[in-house]
């Protein structure tokens, strides 16, 4: 199973579209990491910026979308999406020849490593977003990724996205870090 990870969209419907032609026909479902239509008051309009264009493109893929709330997502937010994006963190459980894998899902404001890695089984996997900075490391038997930003980047890579790729029949997981044209920028396989 493969899913597209997003993060941080902002309203950017240009950067939005250019990470579906990208990605939409690879994979399965698409992962929403929060703030999908407002900027922010800490930041600039994204390049882009239509709220109601973005929220048609989501819109239009809703049975596709795991979401969870970002700082920047209201009830007014949700007026405009045709489907629930205001959970403050949501769960995947995989099963894979290994056993379960727990993917947590939140924006990244909330939840700390303290209080994720007593939570969380050794091996789950955490995604967030928020910080508009890529990251991809292991601590403490938890496997943490930011796909960083498609629309308001803060980091060296610029507008990014991520693939969590799960192989179920031997347990293999693979993360990657994409430009939204496709490029790979780097990789993380998850040890079991």
Known sequence: MKFL?????????ESLEKALASFENKVDSIILLGDYLNHGPRNPLPQGWDTKRTAELLNERKEKLICVRGNCDSEVDEMMLTF???NAYST????????????FLHHGHLYDRTKLSSWLPKGSIVLSGH??????????????FNPGSISLPKCEEGKTCGILEVETENGKIKIGLY??????IREMAVIP
């Open 5 to 13: 990870v997003l993060s941080d969209i902002h309203g950017s419907s």
């Open 84 to 86: 629930p994006c205001l």
């Open 92 to 103: 995947i459980a995989l099963p894979t020849a290994k056993g379960i894998r727990r993917i």
């Open 131 to 144: 910080t508009h900075v890529t990251l991809m490391e292991e601590e403490n038997g938890l496997f943490y």
């Open 179 to 184: 430009s939204i044209e496709g490029k790979l």
